[in-house]
């Protein structure tokens, strides 16, 4: 009798081992899940971040390929009075792409400037990417710091990336070559 009270109490004692060890693993595989749910979750605010950026990068190369425009048609006025200004600087497909490639060079300062004010004023890392043309569009690269709820040593100089495009532009199209501009 003596002999199966032990050994009921052995099984209690399994049982509780069991318990303590699976709470232990649940803890870890939760914190990685949570981990998980957390970069995901910053995933989607960079991406809206960078849609943000990509919005107020559109805008300001409207802005700026309007005023690069106006000033050489009237360049182009004073130099030949009696011809098209439009056919002189903007004739042929080589002369668009030369247009918006001086536009890029010139004033891309401006462009990088107003994409960092719009990424950082909506919470994401003062540096990141803007590309041109993707699809006719522009695209922001935006980064963020990735925080998570434990790991944090593991992960203290992570980032994680979004990207966002703007809308279409027919502009975009005479660039030849994909441009890449670190703001």
């Known amino acids: 009798m003596l002999h199966r009270y032990r050994r009921r109490l052995d099984r209690r004692g399994n049982v509780t081992m ?3 060890v699976g709470l232990a693993a649940f803890f870890v595989v939760f914190s990685m899940v949570g981990t998980l749910v957390v970069a995901w979750m910053q995933h989607a605010y960079a991406q809206a971040v960078a849609d943000a950026g990509s919005l107020a990068a559109t ?8 005023e690069e425009l106006n000033r050489a048609m009237q360049e182009a006025m004073n130099v030949y009075p009696d011809r098209d200004p439009y056919s ?14 001086r536009v890029l060079e010139r004033r891309q300062n401006e462009l990088r400037e107003e994409v960092r004010k719009y990424v950082t004023k909506n919470g994401g890392h003062k540096h990141g990417e803007i590309r041109l043309p993707v699809n006719g569009r522009i695209e922001v690269e935006a ?3 990735y925080e998570p709820p434990v790991f944090q ?3 203290k100089d992570a980032f994680v990336k979004g990207s966002g495009t703007g809308p279409k532009r027919d502009y975009l199209k005479w660039l030849k070559s994909r441009q890449t501009i670190a703001y």
């Open 59 to 66: 805008k300001k190369l409207d802005q700026l390929v309007q």
């Open 153 to 155: 040593d593991w992960f």
């Open 18 to 20: 069991f318990w303590v």
């Open 143 to 145: 980064r963020m710091k």
């Open 88 to 101: 002189i600087v903007m004739g042929t497909e080589e002369k668009r792409h030369a247009f918006m490639r």
